[in-house]
């Protein structure tokens, strides 16, 4: 025989599920202090810049 669901129960923790997994979502967005993110954005913006810096002039593949 099949077994008996409450609808109730198992539609609420479904939305529980759903927003476990919303908020899951934010901690990894949201979760870093200013500190650690700015400090990631300055690293990152350093890095770019130092890449930029090696490009050759003309050496691009339209030239």
């Known amino acids: ?7 109730r129960q198992a539609r609420k ?20 202090p200013r500190k650690t993110r700015t400090l990631a954005e300055a690293r990152q913006a350093i890095e770019t810049a130092r890449h930029e810096g090696h490009r050759l002039e003309g050496s691009g593949p339209s030239e």
């Open 13 to 32: 923790a479904k939305a529980r599920q759903a927003k476990e997994a919303a908020a899951a979502e934010n901690r990894a967005a949201f979760g870093r």
């Open 1 to 7: 025989m099949a077994e008996i669901v409450n609808l």
